[in-house]
């Protein structure tokens, strides 16, 4: 699976959207893009997915570029109970039989203030 | 959204006792299930993969007679500290994937254990 590059922290005001990059520079054709995040002391949620398309769903929107080598998670309205630790993760999607299975990297560090 | 159900949630034992963990697959029947662990302020690290009726797949460095893996039915894993010490204390999350989950392929996860070993 594909590596990715995140920013190891950022900070967002409370009401403004948060957008957090991320690369993966060496993604293959049948890899998506998942977001994960992490409350501290908490098991990792899903956020979203997506291929190539941008992607909304009630949470965050996910935007691909269109050589799909980054993409950029927003959480349009920012709140304090967003301050997470946020994973992008390149993963082959389908089931192939074999188990394909998330590996984390070290993830954004989303602080929301006041 | 699909729940995944771990328990116990928080877990204090003494050295060389046995501690086991559940996961289970609230409303979905999951086909696989991944077990992670995760130090202090550092990122999940998967210890094993199993697939329902068949024996777990292990990462490189995690002993399977250390840490047993038990999936026997499409919802229910079980993770069995063996003998543990006091440099197994970590937080523990397992991980399921939907048996069908086509394009979606999407893993769910639960809220972890945090095992303390005295």
């Known amino acids: 699976d594909a590596k990715t590059t995140q920013p190891p922290s950022m900070d967002c005001a409370e009401g403004r959207a948060a957008n957090l990059p991320c690369n993966h520079s060496t993604i293959s054709g049948n890899e998506y893009v998942y977001w994960y995040r992490q409350i501290h002391s908490q098991g990792p949620q899903y956020i979203i997915h997506g291929l190539k398309n941008n992607e909304t769903n009630e949470m965050a929107s996910l935007i691909i570029t269109e050589d799909r080598k980054s993409s950029t998670l927003i959480l349009p309205h920012a709140t304090l109970r967003d301050t997470a630790v946020y994973y992008c993760i390149v993963r082959v999607a389908a089931n192939t039989g074999t188990a394909s299975k998330l590996t984390f990297g070290t993830g954004t560090r989303l602080q929301v203030t006041l | 959204g699909a729940v995944v159900s771990q328990h116990p949630s928080r877990v204090i034992c003494k050295s060389g006792t046995s501690v086991k963990i559940e996961c289970r697959s609230l409303d979905f029947q999951a086909t696989t299930m991944f077990w992670y662990r995760q130090f202090p302020k550092k990122s999940l690290m998967l210890m094993a993969t199993s697939n329902e009726g068949s024996k777990a797949t292990y990462e490189q460095g995690v002993e399977k007679d250390k840490f047993l893996i038990n999936h026997a039915s499409l919802t229910l894993s079980t993770l069995t500290v063996t003998s543990a010490h006091p440099e197994d204390s970590s937080f523990y999350i397992c991980?399921?994937?939907?048996?069908?989950?086509?394009?979606?392929?999407?893993?769910?996860f639960g809220a972890g254990t945090r095992l303390s070993v005295l």
């Open positions: 991980s399921a994937r939907e048996k069908w989950g086509g394009t979606k392929n999407i893993q769910y």
